[in-house]
């Protein structure tokens, strides 16, 4: 079962437009951790967000929100007034125990392709 | 600016034949991560290392992978022998051993074709 899941595969919007990035995630852990990295055109994922699961908080960075609901175990990314260089592969992430004691598991979603047009 | 360095960028062999992977962790990380990706798959978890030893390699084809740190400095992931089905980006991230919460910071990875 997929314990991270990003049903959008690939969006395009034209430049200026809000875009909102769906995250679904799966955990039996209590205390978890959900991340969001940024893979542009070079290729190397960059970390953008990590969210612990006592803070729902949403948070707000410039353009760049995130809406953090354990109700519908998702952690969702919104894009306000987006620009051509947010186009990238966005991943969520999430991070809980592993199988042994004292390790975990980081495990990424499939992503999501952003294609901003302008 | 520290960053993870992994070598080499592009890697065309045949199938058959041993591949190595470099990857090179910003200097005072103790966690390494391995992870492939593909279009089919995503970005699949093969191994990561704390302090140098293994904790998780459940990912790995053990048959034809291994993964390895012979220093803090260095860690390597090879296939012998490589299978056109490993076709695939190969990335290394390493991080501060922070726990659950730490944040990776990856390379720009490994292209590989097996033809």
């Known amino acids: 079962a997929q314990k991270v899941t990003q049903a959008q595969t690939e969006i395009s919007v034209v430049e200026k437009e809000d875009v909102t990035l769906d995250c679904v995630y799966e955990?039996?852990?209590?205390?978890?951790?959900l991340f969001w990295y940024k893979q542009p055109p070079s290729g190397e994922l960059v970390f953008l967000i990590r969210?612990?699961?006592?803070?729902?908080q949403n948070e707000i960075s410039g353009r760049y929100s995130w809406n953090f609901q354990k109700s519908t175990s998702s952690f969702n990314f919104t894009i306000t007034a987006s620009q051509v260089v947010d186009s990238a592969v966005y991943f969520c992430?999430?991070?809980?125990?592993?199988?042994?004691?004292?390790?975990?598991?980081?495990?990424f979603g499939t992503g999501t392709r952003l294609k901003v047009l302008a | 600016d520290a960053r993870v360095t992994q070598t080499p960028r592009h890697k065309v062999t045949e199938m058959g034949q041993e591949v190595t992977m470099r990857c090179q962790p910003i200097?005072?990380?103790?966690?390494v991560f391995w992870y492939r990706q593909t279009m089919m798959q995503g970005l699949e978890l093969l191994a990561y290392?704390?302090?140098?030893?293994?904790?998780?390699d459940s990912g790995m084809p053990k048959d034809r992978f291994s993964a390895e740190m012979p220093d803090a400095t260095l860690a390597t992931l090879k296939i012998q022998p490589s299978e056109p089905r490993d076709s695939a980006v190969y990335f290394c991230?390493?991080?501060?051993?922070?726990?659950?919460?730490?944040?990776?910071?990856f390379g720009s990875g490994t292209q590989l074709s097996v033809l």
């Open positions: 992430a999430l991070s809980e125990s592993g199988t042994t004691s004292g390790t975990y598991k980081y495990i």
């Open positions: 969210r612990n699961s006592f803070d729902e």
């Open positions: 955990t039996r852990d209590t205390t978890y951790y």
């Open positions: 200097l005072g990380h103790n966690t």
């Open positions: 991230a390493s991080g501060l051993g922070q726990g659950r919460n730490e944040k990776l910071f």
């Open positions: 290392f704390r302090n140098r030893a293994p904790l998780d």
